[in-house]
């Protein structure tokens, strides 16, 4: 097929990539210990593990995970927060050749107890913080094997137990709990070292994570993502970084959860390339994120919409000047013109937005990183990597038409786990994966997401899409937040509806209605403002839940009426 993104690419990029460079995880680390051993590899409050150090530990869990029966292709649960057990985790399950199932520290029982279910998970690496939630479902589930950790176990003395106090004694923030046999972090690893690790031979084709997503829109699926379609996503991600940056030489702060698949993916190309990943254990302290930005000299930064648009908003924010910043890079969900343009005109660079999605480990597109402003185009297709756009019957529609957004390369997933029907429901015929995702391709090659296929709204017959709504309000300056969504209606069908969290209390629906006019044409204009005083709903990673939103306010009507 036909790319007409590559003449936009920069100079250097490549239209393909080695994307089996390397068979397996544990093919990547030996390689990256061997080029970067004694350099820090992660760090978190204050300590931090060389690539030596990493490896080294990452060997001893898997060891133990051998010891405890774990075998090549079983599934290990990790319910951890950005903590420097994660990395030893993650790479421990891969020596002992198993899959990691990443899990939402957050989750409730109910949803806890479906992904271990449905993952088949027989071990899991949880947060004491969140044993309670682990104890109420265990014995309902397939796991034998626990280990517990607490937030200060990779910590050194005596600021670990100085932590671990705060966090039990203090702060309150360990339930109680009561799991027996479960095996503490620390006695998982010696006796890790006293085992010792039988190398497993993984191929690319083994299953490096079973990784779930759409928990918000209906029954969480779990993608099936092999060693080589992640490490292709590595590969293509660094080949698009590489000139920009320096391989064993940057540092990133990685302030979104490991266990969501764009801060995971973004974290393993920084690892594939040398760099030094500090982690945010708790973004939501913005205070706390800036005081680590100013700390430490870093290069990259990522984050999502609100995260940054949280940042800008900080009062701290004006003593931040990261002289050492090369990149930002924003994913997760679409960036809001007004954030990108206020962290260009305070930090001098642009917002660098991409496009992804779980099913495509997740990167698809990305923008060119010299970009000299904000383009509202969610980039160009990374290397080896094909998009195309379809209508609904599977062909593709005129150049610059809207239809929806298809991928093929090879960081796409196998399937959906334990899911047939629903895989072949997402792939046509000659093996597109359909994203559910709305957008276009221009003359440049960039694509351009419109909005999700399920949240369009029709007025008359007039497609609205939300995030053109939305991206309107958002840049009224007595907006703080906004979630445009459908209503009912009689005469049109459907109209939009959004709601809104004020910065400024005095704004008024009418004000907001004559701020829309000047931008949308008239069907485009939301027929209900809501305001609220409280935040939107959010996933785990600061996105706006619009479903939630939704389901709000029509069980607010509903209460409404029957009242009265």
């Known amino acids: 097929m036909q790319r007409p993104w ?28 061997e080029r970067y051993g004694a350099q820090p590899a992660f760090s978190n409050q204050g300590a931090t593990l060389s690539w030596n150090a990493l490896a080294q530990l990452a060997a001893r869990f898997g060891a133990h ?4 029966g774990l075998g090549r292709g079983e599934r290990v649960a990790l319910m951890l927060p950005n903590l420097l057990q994660y990395p030893v985790a993650l790479f421990g399950a891969f020596h002992a050749g198993c899959t990691v199932v990443n899990v939402n520290p957050q989750y409730t029982p109910r949803e806890l107890e479906y992904q271990l279910n449905d993952a088949g998970a027989r071990a899991i690496v949880v947060l004491e913080n969140f044993a309670r939630t682990l104890e109420q479902v265990l014995a309902r589930t397939q796991v034998r094997h626990v280990v517990v950790t607490a937030v200060g176990d990779l910590l050194p003395f005596p600021k670990a137990q100085i932590v671990d106090l705060v966090v039990r004694h203090v702060r309150h923030m360990v339930p109680p709990w009561h799991i027996p046999d479960a095996l503490a972090w620390r006695d998982a690893l010696a006796r890790g070292k006293q085992a010792g690790l039988d190398q497993v031979p993984l191929a690319p084709a083994d299953i490096a994570f079973l990784q779930y997503t759409g928990g918000t829109t209906g029954v969480p699926k779990g993608a099936i993502l092999t060693h080589a379609n992640v490490l292709a996503n590595v590969e293509q991600t660094a080949a698009w970084v590489r000139g920009f940056l320096e391989e064993g030489k940057e540092t990133a702060i990685i302030p979104l959860p490991l266990y969501h698949v764009f801060a995971l993916t973004a974290t393993l190309t920084f690892c594939r390339l040398g760099a030094h990943v500090v982690l945010v254990t ?3 302290d913005i205070g706390g994120l800036i005081g680590q930005m100013r700390r430490t000299p870093f290069s990259v930064i990522i984050g999502v919409n609100t995260l940054f648009k949280a940042l800008l908003e900080a009062p701290s924010i004006g003593q931040l000047h990261p002289a050492g910043m090369k990149l930002a890079v924003a994913g997760g969900m679409a960036v809001q013109r007004a954030v990108a343009e206020r962290w260009q005109q305070v930090f001098g660079a642009p917002l660098i937005e991409g496009y992804g999605l ?8 990305a923008n060119p990183l010299d970009l000299p402003r ?6 160009l297709p990374l ?25 093929r390369g090879p960081q796409v997933m196998q399937g959906y786990w334990n899911m047939p029907e629903e895989s072949a429901r997402v792939f046509t015929a000659d093996g597109w994966l359909r994203t559910g995702d709305l957008g276009l391709i221009d003359e440049h090659g960039y694509v351009r997401l419109v909005d999700r296929k399920k949240d369009m709204i029709v007025v008359s017959g007039f497609k609205v899409y939300p995030n053109e709504v939305e991206q309107v309000v958002a840049m009224h300056p007595g907006v703080s937040e906004v979630a445009a969504i459908r209503a009912p209606d009689e005469r049109a069908g459907e109209v939009v509806k959004i709601v809104v969290v004020r910065r400024d209390p005095a704004l008024t629906a009418a004000a907001l209605l004559d701020h829309c006019r000047q931008s949308l044409g008239a069907y485009k204009v939301p027929k209900y403002v809501v305001f609220r005083d409280t935040p939107l709903p959010k996933s785990n990673i600061g996105k706006i839940l619009r479903r939630v939103v939704a389901d709000e306010e029509a069980q607010g009507a509903t209460a409404r009426a029957a009242a009265g």
């Open 6 to 33: 590559l003449s936009s690419y920069p100079p250097g990029i490549p239209a393909e990539v080695d994307v089996g460079k390397f068979g397996s995880f544990n093919a990547l680390l030996a390689w990256i210990v």
């Open 65 to 68: 995970l051998q010891q405890a």
């Open 282 to 284: 708790d973004p939501r």
């Open 358 to 365: 779980t099913e495509t480990s997740p990167i698809v597109c």
């Open 374 to 379: 904000f383009s509202g185009a969610v980039g």
């Open 383 to 407: 290397p080896s990597t094909d998009v195309a756009i379809l209508d609904d019957d599977g062909r593709a529609v005129a150049p610059g038409q809207t239809g929806e957004i298809c991928v």
